[in-house]
């Protein structure tokens, strides 16, 4: 029986003139941090007046809106905004709605009349399909939606719509901040590497293989529950641990980024992904490709970044 043991690891040591300068240009508080003296700024959320001054009570970044001043917390629970792509989980059905978890500070609604019916039909909802809806989603089930409205209690009002949208199959489930999930035009991408993602801006992220085909006609309420391959299993437990890994150092989800840190981890087994001085490397490598993309640079090989890599110190 091979037993692995680790010694403490030699950590590079951090500037703390440059972690207060990167706060500076950031516009980064924590508690108790002074914003300003001026008494003509309004105060906003994560803000309180102390003697005449607007003093930071949340660590994160300074927001201003003419004369409103608020702070944007680092790590929060998931605030909805109309657009949004979620992914959720069903945790009861009511009249005419389901209940679902969203990471929000409060349960997320799905109304009946917010989904497809079977077969696309396009109809008012009857008591026939009220009394069918555990037949769609039930208690325990993952769905991918889109925020529709926000309630005036904060709440979210889902819908799904959309074909793209639906009850959620076979895959792995990866919890996230949402502070971290990069907002774009699109959050369904399909990796070459073999396998397919969801970012959800709530900070849930879904892995799972790419499908061959869709069936229009199952409405988004289709789960295909064939055998999956073992290459295919690889593959998703990779980009989990490669997603794990990012998040670790507060790295931008999003498609790049992720396929980045998938391609530099290649050299490496799955297992030992999330080892300090792996995750440290990754996280080098990942920055390195990003920095050349922002730069309009062509790189040259996922290669060249590791080898450029290999002198960076965990």
């Known amino acids: 029986m091979a037993v692995e043991m680790r010694l403490p690891a030699v950590h590079k040591p951090i500037s703390l003139a440059a972690s207060q300068s990167n706060r500076d240009d950031k516009h980064l508080v924590v508690p ?82 917010s989904v497809n019916l079977p077969g696309g039909e396009l109809r008012r909802r009857s008591a026939q399909d009220e009394l069918a809806m555990r037949d769609y989603l039930q208690e325990g089930d993952l769905i991918s939606a889109e925020v529709q409205s926000i309630f005036s209690d904060g709440a979210l009002s889902l819908h799904t719509r959309s074909l793209k949208y639906g009850k959620l199959g076979q895959g792995v489930l990866v919890l996230v901040s949402p502070s971290i999930v990069k907002r774009q035009k699109t959050h369904f991408h399909n990796l070459p590497c073999g396998a397919s993602i969801i970012l959800g801006n709530n900070g849930y992220v879904w892995l799972y293989p790419t499908p061959g085909h869709q069936d229009e006609e199952a409405g988004g309420y289709y789960t295909s529950m064939e055998p999956v391959s073992l290459s295919d299993r690889e593959v998703i437990s990779r980009l989990r641990n490669c997603l794990l890994a990012l998040a670790a150092h507060k790295v931008l989800l999003y498609d790049t980024s992720v396929l980045y840190c998938y391609e530099a981890s290649l050299t490496h087994q799955i297992k030992d992904i999330l080892k300090p001085e792996i995750i440290g490397r990754a996280r080098c490598v990942t920055s390195r490709a990003q920095l050349a993309c922002a730069n309009m640079a062509v790189p040259a090989t996922t290669n060249d970044y590791k080898k450029s890599a290999e002198s960076y110190e965990t």
């Open 32 to 113: 108790g941090d002074v914003i300003t003296s001026d008494t003509g700024f309004m105060r906003g959320h994560g803000t309180y007046m102390d003697e005449d001054r607007l003093t930071a009570s949340v660590a994160g970044e300074v927001e201003r809106v003419n004369k409103l001043i608020c702070v944007r917390p680092l790590k929060t629970r998931y605030n909805g905004e109309v657009g949004d792509v979620v992914i959720g989980r069903i945790t009861e059905v009511q009249q005419k709605r389901w209940k679902v978890e969203t990471n929000s500070r409060l349960d997320s609604v799905l109304l009946l009349s």
